[in-house]
Protein backbone atom coordinates (compact mmCIF):
# COMPACT_ATOMS: atom_id res chain seq x y z
CA UNK A 1 0.00 0.00 0.00
CA UNK A 2 1.57 3.43 -0.63
CA UNK A 3 0.83 6.25 1.41
CA UNK A 4 1.26 9.84 0.70
CA UNK A 5 2.03 12.71 3.33
CA UNK A 6 1.95 16.00 2.69
CA UNK A 7 3.59 19.32 4.52
CA UNK A 8 4.34 22.91 3.75
CA UNK A 9 1.22 24.65 3.65
CA UNK A 10 0.38 27.63 6.07
CA UNK A 11 -0.73 31.16 6.46
CA UNK A 12 1.00 33.69 3.85
CA UNK A 13 0.56 37.68 3.19
CA UNK A 14 -0.33 38.27 -0.63
CA UNK A 15 2.72 38.23 -2.53
CA UNK A 16 4.22 35.16 -0.61
CA UNK A 17 5.68 32.06 -1.17
CA UNK A 18 5.30 28.83 0.27
CA UNK A 19 6.71 25.16 -0.13
CA UNK A 20 5.01 22.04 -0.27
CA UNK A 21 5.97 18.84 0.16
CA UNK A 22 4.75 15.43 -0.35
CA UNK A 23 6.52 12.36 0.63
CA UNK A 24 5.51 8.82 -0.72
CA UNK A 25 6.00 5.53 1.34
CA UNK A 26 4.80 2.12 1.09
CA UNK A 27 5.23 -0.41 -2.50
CA UNK A 28 2.72 -1.48 -4.95
CA UNK A 29 1.69 -4.91 -5.12
CA UNK A 30 4.21 -5.67 -7.69
CA UNK A 31 7.13 -3.38 -6.01
CA UNK A 32 7.06 -0.77 -8.81
CA UNK A 33 9.23 2.18 -7.80
CA UNK A 34 7.47 5.35 -7.00
CA UNK A 35 9.93 6.70 -10.01
CA UNK A 36 7.46 5.03 -12.67
CA UNK A 37 4.29 7.14 -11.81
CA UNK A 38 2.94 10.68 -11.99
CA UNK A 39 2.78 13.09 -9.38
CA UNK A 40 0.63 15.80 -8.87
CA UNK A 41 -0.91 18.64 -6.60
CA UNK A 42 -4.92 19.22 -6.46
CA UNK A 43 -6.36 22.05 -4.45
CA UNK A 44 -10.02 22.10 -3.23
CA UNK A 45 -12.29 25.32 -1.85
CA UNK A 46 -15.42 23.89 0.40
CA UNK A 47 -18.21 24.32 -2.24
CA UNK A 48 -16.08 23.93 -5.28
CA UNK A 49 -14.40 21.41 -7.45
CA UNK A 50 -11.23 19.49 -6.85
CA UNK A 51 -9.22 21.60 -9.29
CA UNK A 52 -5.80 19.80 -11.08
CA UNK A 53 -3.01 22.34 -9.91
CA UNK A 54 0.31 20.80 -11.58
CA UNK A 55 1.29 17.71 -12.28
CA UNK A 56 4.54 15.68 -13.19
CA UNK A 57 4.97 12.44 -15.04
CA UNK A 58 7.70 9.96 -14.95
CA UNK A 59 9.58 11.54 -17.98
CA UNK A 60 9.63 14.86 -15.67
CA UNK A 61 6.82 16.31 -18.52
CA UNK A 62 4.70 18.92 -16.59
CA UNK A 63 1.24 20.24 -16.48
CA UNK A 64 -0.33 23.53 -15.14
CA UNK A 65 -3.49 24.83 -14.45
CA UNK A 66 -3.19 27.96 -16.59
CA UNK A 67 -4.18 30.12 -12.88
CA UNK A 68 -1.01 28.66 -11.61
CA UNK A 69 0.86 29.17 -15.10
CA UNK A 70 4.71 31.17 -13.99
CA UNK A 71 3.69 31.35 -10.29
CA UNK A 72 3.95 27.89 -9.29
CA UNK A 73 6.71 24.90 -9.86
CA UNK A 74 6.12 21.47 -9.59
CA UNK A 75 9.59 19.57 -9.32
CA UNK A 76 10.02 15.60 -8.13
CA UNK A 77 12.99 13.92 -6.50
CA UNK A 78 13.01 9.94 -7.37
CA UNK A 79 15.97 9.56 -4.75
CA UNK A 80 13.13 10.38 -1.66
CA UNK A 81 9.89 9.61 -3.90
CA UNK A 82 9.01 13.28 -2.78
CA UNK A 83 7.24 15.68 -5.48
CA UNK A 84 7.48 19.40 -3.84
CA UNK A 85 5.60 22.54 -5.21
CA UNK A 86 7.14 26.10 -5.21
CA UNK A 87 4.84 28.15 -5.08
CA UNK A 88 5.42 31.90 -5.28
CA UNK A 89 3.19 35.46 -5.79
CA UNK A 90 0.36 33.46 -4.18
CA UNK A 91 -2.65 35.37 -4.19
CA UNK A 92 -6.20 35.08 -1.87
CA UNK A 93 -7.47 32.92 -4.89
CA UNK A 94 -5.14 30.30 -4.13
CA UNK A 95 -6.37 29.45 -0.89
CA UNK A 96 -7.40 26.47 -0.54
CA UNK A 97 -6.71 22.60 0.53
CA UNK A 98 -3.68 20.89 -1.29
CA UNK A 99 -4.04 17.53 -1.85
CA UNK A 100 -1.18 15.41 -3.21
CA UNK A 101 -1.70 12.53 -5.63
CA UNK A 102 0.21 9.92 -7.19
CA UNK A 103 -1.79 7.88 -10.53
CA UNK A 104 -0.61 4.25 -9.87
CA UNK A 105 -1.21 3.38 -13.66
CA UNK A 106 1.95 2.61 -15.19
CA UNK A 107 1.15 4.54 -18.51
CA UNK A 108 0.38 7.93 -16.69
CA UNK A 109 1.23 10.96 -18.25
CA UNK A 110 1.12 14.89 -16.76
CA UNK A 111 -1.55 16.43 -19.08
CA UNK A 112 -4.21 13.93 -18.39
CA UNK A 113 -3.65 13.62 -14.90
CA UNK A 114 -4.05 17.37 -14.14
CA UNK A 115 -7.18 17.29 -16.06
CA UNK A 116 -8.77 14.34 -14.45
CA UNK A 117 -8.98 15.73 -11.02
CA UNK A 118 -11.34 12.87 -9.58
CA UNK A 119 -9.55 10.36 -11.22
CA UNK A 120 -8.14 6.61 -9.60
CA UNK A 121 -5.05 8.20 -7.70
CA UNK A 122 -3.99 7.56 -3.93
CA UNK A 123 -4.24 10.68 -2.12
CA UNK A 124 -2.49 12.66 0.90
CA UNK A 125 -4.89 14.16 3.72
CA UNK A 126 -3.72 17.66 2.45
CA UNK A 127 -2.71 20.65 3.49
CA UNK A 128 -3.76 24.10 3.75
CA UNK A 129 -2.94 27.12 2.78
CA UNK A 130 -4.12 30.52 3.50
CA UNK A 131 -3.58 33.57 1.72
CA UNK A 132 -4.25 37.14 2.98
CA UNK A 133 -4.16 40.80 2.09
Known amino acids: EVTLVESGGGSVQTGGSLRLSCVASGYTYNRIPMRAFCFGWFRQVPGKEREGIATIDSRFDTAYADSVKGRFTISRDNDKDSIYLQMNMLNTEDTAMYYC??????????????????????WGQGTTVTVSS
Open 101 to 122: AVDLHYDCEAVPMRARPDGPYT
